[in-house]
């Protein structure tokens, strides 16, 4: 990492900085994590998304079939809904920067800034030309109105390079000095972009987001084939989400090995709360299952020397256990441990669906007949949430206690408001009016499709 | 202070001045919403915002990312201070974002009367949110390091007015674009309802600006006295004209001048107010004590220069398209059908596609040293896209 950051010295002096009240901690990390939760699998449609759209249109242009241009239109739709809610919900989450972690952004913001300040210029763009693309269709030329869309893939994946260059960035600080607790010499540039913590966040998160919106939207369609709607429609609709998926899924298991390799090196407190090893071992196993209390693993199925095989592709490999660590620099275990055996476990059993789906399209050419496999589907769209969702509490909550990891910690980044409860309160309320809201469009928006022609389009009611 | 330290300052208060023109007249639309319940003005709101909204907001992210890199301890301090009006416009923009994707889903505006109420409330009290934490700032209610008061901080005189101000402003706006765009559709009723809305608007959200001067005299004399000298008052005096300007242009019918007319004047109050706050960004505060170092100012000019480089072609296209009418109304459709291309063998592709997993797998597992890391990674991501073509079934010619 090119520099040395004194940790221990560091400190104390950043804690002296914020002497701040630490009472409602729990509820501001909690509303945090809420916050996120709700906005993170909008984010895989904004990535992902697009780009099955644009497939779709740019299929149909290129074939003349009217069945993908209609679920191109379709799918615009749900597109552009999804990513209103997706900007409200990422401008809460700026909001939150500063009411709930106002020490955190007061004393960094220097730092990390400039990722937000980029990505808020992605934003802009994707802005800009969902307007165009979705209220453009039949009043541009359709070659340009695939153009358009262009730029809404393209952004999509700058913004969230730039969200992740900051998680990064906090999951393995540098860029910058802290002399008698202020923070000086910053150098942004290289704290954001020379940080090679955040490449495998990166790609493990790009490929997320085709899983998410893949195998979600598939799901719905799944839904509709089991129901007996065998239409032109419903196969385009699910072949080209669920072959996204399927291609994205075997690569992920492959880079969540690196990733894991990666936090091995640079976070081994995180790798042993990820197994909760409590003991320094060598020749380190895998507990499958169980709970951890009082240093070890209980009631789970081992498997001999697995963790050290996966962390340095060595069965002898020694791995430093919980125990090695300072008590008071110890993530939540049993968070971060079944967080993280979700995440793998559903990711495995979603890689085993797309190996098979890939299997038969292959080798007999065609799409797979059986129910079960359709069944699976239907599973895999909130699978593929859920899974998303653990894996961003491995790393968030397994770089606990830290904010910015080594250097400042969450308790003292902590507002001192004593409203947090009460806003908490609200927010899960707001939150939960939203997702029934989104829930109902998105019914809505299956059931009673929108005309697809501007010609079946009553004149005074417009096509908005 | 250098000029360095100074510059995304004035980005920033362009950025307000974006965000009060431009998204504070898609939140005057709620407005006219509340107050019809006639269907044709009703879908008009919906139609007239509906490309522009969303880009429009993003000013508001523009400026807090902006404010936390280049001067994070004054948004710490405002955040710790204006905490319960900032998570109020919070959530307010919650409920406005997500009864306009509703809307989206819905058969047009009388077709669920709740989710036109939630989005026509909501967006007459974000506005009054974040009006209030501007005036806790202009009357000096926040101290640099935090600890002001939780509520007098926003619920006083200055902060009231601002707030009111704020949601009359943003309806007046809101009211001159409508009937703009109420004519450029042909839609002469909805025109003359809201040129009449512009104008009751207009004349009320003067008054109020020059009766405010009153309020701004009693609570906060150090702005007053800002608003009354030197560039605040050219300001004053350059919005007060231009105001007049664009109310007599409503008057005589002529309305897409006026839009320009009547944002230009709310761009001089909002200017205004900076230049009355000047040198201070907080009581005590200069703008040379907030500013970040260097190396993070100078990040941020060449990002926001970059940025606003791709960005302002961008809205001038979409402003462009929609103030020419071209995202009004369908034009006719015309042949879509372009020729097939050669399609590359599947089971060629698919064969590449295994190929580069199989290869780029070995590279990502056992590969010695990151550059063959790196080649396998980049050789298994390219296994996705080509997997991908090559698993999906050829379109039959019977859909075409």
């Known amino acids: 990492m090119g520099q040395a950051i004194r940790r221990e010295a560091v400190v104390g002096g950043i804690a002296a900085l914020a002497a701040v009240d630490q009472h409602y901690l729990d509820q501001a990390r909690q509303m945090q994590a809420l916050s996120f939760a709700v906005h993170i699998p909008l984010v895989c449609f904004g990535m992902a998304f697009p780009v099955l759209v644009l497939f779709c249109e740019w299929t149909a242009l290129r074939t003349g079939s009217e069945v993908h241009l209609t679920v191109a239109r379709r799918w615009s739709r749900v597109l552009v809904a999804l990513f209103a809610v997706g900007v409200v919900t990422g401008t809460i989450l700026s909001f939150e920067m500063g009411l709930l972690w106002p020490h955190f952004t007061g004393t960094f913001g220097s730092v990390f800034g400039l990722g937000f300040a980029i990505e808020g210029f992605s934003f802009f763009v994707e802005a800009i030309f969902i307007g165009i693309y979705v209220y453009g269709w039949d009043r541009l030329s359709p070659r340009w109105h695939l153009a358009s869309g262009i730029p809404i893939a393209i952004t999509g994946v700058t913004g969230s390079f730039m969200v992740i260059a900051v998680n990064g960035w906090m999951n393995h600080p540098q860029g910058f000095r802290i002399v008698d607790g202020r923070v000086t010499d910053v150098r942004p540039v290289q704290a954001l972009f020379a940080n090679t913590f955040m490449w495998h966040e990166f790609v493990h998160m790009y490929l997320a987001s085709f899983i998410v919106a893949g195998f979600a939207l598939a799901a719905c369609y799944a839904v509709a084939l089991l129901r007996g709607n065998t239409s032109r429609y419903v196969q385009v609709a699910l072949t080209i989400p669920l072959t996204a998926a399927a291609v994205a899924a075997p690569v992920q298991v492959l880079v969540g090995d690196w990733a894991a390799r990666t936090v091995a090196e640079r976070q081994p407190v995180k790798l042993a709360a990820l197994e909760g090893l409590g003991q320094t071992t060598t020749g380190a196993p895998v507990h499958v299952g169980g709970w951890y209390s009082d240093g070890e693993v209980h009631f789970g199925l081992p498997i001999p020397r697995l963790l050290s095989i996966l962390a340095a592709h060595d069965p002898n490999a020694t791995i430093r256990g919980l125990s090695s660590f300072p008590a008071d620099a110890l993530p939540p275990v049993n968070v971060v441990r079944l967080a993280f055996q979700t995440m793998v476990g559903l990711g495995l059993a979603m890689a085993l669906l797309a190996v098979c789906y890939l299997w038969v399209r292959f080798r007999r050419g065609r799409a797979p007949r059986s129910a079960w496999f359709y069944r699976a589907v239907v599973l895999a769209g909130p699978a593929a949430v859920v899974a998303l969702i653990a894996g961003w509490v491995t790393t968030e909550v397994g770089r606990q206690p830290w904010v910015v990891y080594g250097v400042m910690r969450t308790a003292d980044a902590v507002t001192g408001a004593s409203g947090i409860p009460v806003g908490y309160g609200v927010l899960v309320v707001v939150y939960a009016g939203c997702a029934a809201a989104v829930w109902w469009i998105l019914r809505r928006l299956a059931g009673k499709p929108f005309p697809d022609r501007p010609s079946e389009v009553p004149e005074e009611v417009g096509t908005t | ?400």
């Not at chain 2, 994707?101 to 009367?113: C, I, K, Q, T």
């Open chain 2, 1 to 400: 202070m250098t000029f360095l330290q100074l510059l995304p300052l004035l980005f920033i208060l362009a950025g307000l001045i974006l965000y009060t023109v431009l998204a504070g007249a898609d939140l005057g639309t709620g407005a006219w919403q509340l107050s019809t319940r006639d269907h044709g003005l009703r879908s008009r709101v919906y139609d007239s915002i509906g490309p522009v909204w969303e880009a429009n907001h993003v000013w508001l992210i523009f400026v807090l990312t902006v404010l936390w890199t280049a001067y994070p301890s004054v948004f710490a301090a405002v955040c710790i201070t204006l905490v319960v009006p900032l998570f109020l416009a919070a959530v307010g923009l919650i409920l406005r974002g997500t009864a306009y994707a509703l809307h989206g889903a819905s058969n047009g505006p009388d077709d669920h009367r709740e989710i036109d109420a939630v989005f026509g409330l909501s967006s007459v009290f974000t506005p009054f949110a974040l009006g209030a934490v501007v005036g806790g700032i202009a009357s000096g209610r926040v101290p640099p390091g935090g600890g002001g008061d939780q509520w007098s901080s926003w619920l006083n005189p200055t902060s009231i007015l601002v707030g009111a101000l704020a949601v009359v402003l943003g309806a007046y706006l809101a009211a001159v674009q409508l009937a703009a765009d109420a004519v450029r559709v042909g839609d002469d009723a909805a025109a003359a309802a809201f040129r009449r809305r512009a104008l009751a608007s207009g004349v009320l959200a003067g008054a109020l600006a020059v009766g405010g001067l009153v309020v701004v005299h009693a609570d906060a004399p150090r702005l007053f006295h800002g608003l009354t000298h030197g560039a605040g008052l050219a300001c004053v005096i350059v919005s007060v004209l231009l105001g007049l300007l664009a109310l007599g242009l409503v008057w005589r019918r002529r309305l897409d001048p006026a839009r320009f007319a009547a944002g230009a004047a709310v761009a001089a109050i909002v200017a205004g107010w900076v230049v009355a706050q000047r040198p201070d960004v907080l009581p005590g505060l200069t703008v040379a004590e907030a500013a970040a170092p260097t190396s993070t100012l100078v990040a941020v000019v060449v990002a926001v220069v970059a940025g606003g480089i791709i960005v302002f072609p961008s809205l001038g296209l979409l402003f462009g398209l929609v103030l020419g009418g071209r995202l009004d109304r369908p034009r006719p459709a015309e042949p879509t059908a372009v020729p097939a291309g050669r399609r590359v063998r599947a089971g060629l592709l698919g064969r590449v596609a295994l190929a580069c997993f199989v290869a780029g797998a070995g590279l990502t597992v056992f590969g010695p040293g990151p550059a063959l890391l790196a080649v396998g990674i980049v050789l298994v991501l390219a296994a996705a896209p080509l997997g991908f073509l090559a698993a999906l079934p050829a379109v039959p010619e019977e859909s075409r």
